[in-house]
């Protein structure tokens, strides 16, 4: 069974940019959970979607907003980038709800310059 | 607030004895607690999971305690190997039945042959 996929794996944009991210889960799974990895800040929840739903929200600013499509792919998409959004975006899916083991992306390493 | 902590020092032992990592929390009353290895530059990995009923979970060399009177978690490897080393995270559920999933800061275990 391949593994949950993130694209792209490196990114650099700059200030006032927007970018979206990609995340496939495994095959079967409904959930999808991001998370952004700061060393400060550790790895902070910033939503997560069930069935095309948000079910949950981290504390992130509206500029933070993602999407589930009916074959359970999701992105993620941060408008307005500023320096302090530079961190790895870790996607991690599982089969019903996060209460359940999470499968986890390699992650996108996004660098605002 | 709520409030997890994990040894924020990194943790050195000797190849063959058994490392033990400590998660406290506050404020929070989870259902379940989990626990993930991440090596650097990849997304974090499931361990084990073990929920409030549960005193004591076994997997390989792995053992996880819960003890929610004193609000922590202990997690143990025995026979610890230089393949080990890496930086382990505790994981519970924000609120009940949310789907929040919050996460420690993680402690880097360092085993030297």
């Known amino acids: 069974k391949a593994g949950v996929t993130q694209t792209p794996r490196y990114l650099i944009k700059t200030r006032g940019q927007q970018v979206t991210l990609s995340c496939s889960p495994i095959?079967?799974?409904?959930?999808v959970s991001w998370y952004q990895q700061t060393p400060g800040q550790g790895l902070q929840f910033l939503f997560e979607y069930f069935s095309e739903t948000q079910r949950n929200k981290g504390n992130f600013p509206g500029r933070f907003s993602g999407r589930q499509f009916s074959n359970s792919r999701s992105e993620m998409n941060v408008s307005t980038l500023e320096l302090g959004d530079s961190a790895l975006y870790l996607c991690?899916?599982?089969?019903?709800?996060?209460?359940?083991?999470?499968?986890f992306g390699p992650g996108t390493r996004l660098t605002v310059l | 607030s709520q409030k997890i902590e994990q040894n924020s020092e990194a943790l050195n032992i000797q190849e063959g004895k058994t490392a033990t990592l400590t998660c406290n929390y506050t404020?929070?009353?989870?259902?379940?607690l989990q626990w993930y290895r991440q090596d650097p530059g990849r997304g974090p990995v499931f361990l084990l999971l073990i929920r409030e009923n549960e005193k004591e979970k076994r997997k390989e060399r792995l053992k996880v305690t819960f003890d929610t009177t004193l609000k922590q978690s202990l997690f143990h490897i025995t026979a610890s190997q230089p393949a080990d080393s890496a930086t382990y995270l505790c994981?519970?559920?924000?609120?009940?039945?949310?789907?929040?999933?919050?996460f420690g800061q993680g402690t880097t275990l360092q085993v030297k042959p």
């Open positions: 994981a519970l559920e924000g609120s009940s039945n949310t789907g929040k999933l919050i």
């Open positions: 095959s079967g799974h409904r959930s």
């Open positions: 991690a899916s599982s089969f019903e709800l996060v209460r359940n083991e999470q499968f």
């Open positions: 404020n929070y009353s989870p259902a379940y």
